[in-house]
């Protein structure tokens, strides 16, 4: 099984809304990934977690909160987001970083107005 | 001038074809290369990696790199309508334990 699960496959929220992504694995990876992607750009990294904790940032802004609650776990939490935050949010998984196997989810594609 | 430079295509090709993409790059760190496939409003997917200079083939598929040009390639063989989709060439150097993405090329293989 290399299935990286998103959830929910789409969301639309207000920009005063508070809403959460959640990602999940079951192949025993000890690193997750959050990755943003626009329209015909590519994947741009947000944040690595490594056996659970926070390894990467790529200073991103705090209206973005990313929470690994065990190992096969990945939430991101939203709040007060801006229309050009809309997106395809990407998960994905490998069995360490560095590794060059990493798998993606099929994203949730976020609009907000 | 960014890290990673891929053409954006799209790149047109009839069925049956041979359908050469490619990358260069600037980050003498980077050790391991990989494309990953991403059809419209799907995640990538894994295609293949390598791991410094040579090729490697998987069915249809061959990847070649030059690290002495700082160059890839992903060749693909009798390409198929299925394989329109666009494709991302990832880099990893072993320091960051990240990938950088190419811009990704759009392939349209014409039935």
Known sequence: DTEVTQ???????????????????????????????????????MFVYSYEKLSINESVPSRFSPECPNSSLLNLHLHALQPEDSALYLCASSQETGYTEAFFGQGTRLTVV | QKEVEQDPGPLSVPEGAIVSLNCTYSNSAFQYF??????????????????????????RFTAQVDKSSKYISLFIRDSQPSDSATYLCAMMDTGRRALTFGSGTRLQVQP
């Open chain 2, 34 to 59: 990989m494309w990953y496939r991403q059809y419209s409003r799907k995640g990538p997917e894994l295609l293949m990696y390598t791991y410094s200079s040579g090729n490697k083939e998987d069915g």
């Open chain 1, 7 to 45: 959830t929910p496959k789409h969301l639309v929220m207000g920009m005063t809304n508070k809403k959460s992504l959640k990602c999940e694995q079951h192949m025993g990876h000890r690193a997750m990934y959050w990755y943003k992607q626009k329209a015909k750009k590519p994947p741009e990294l």
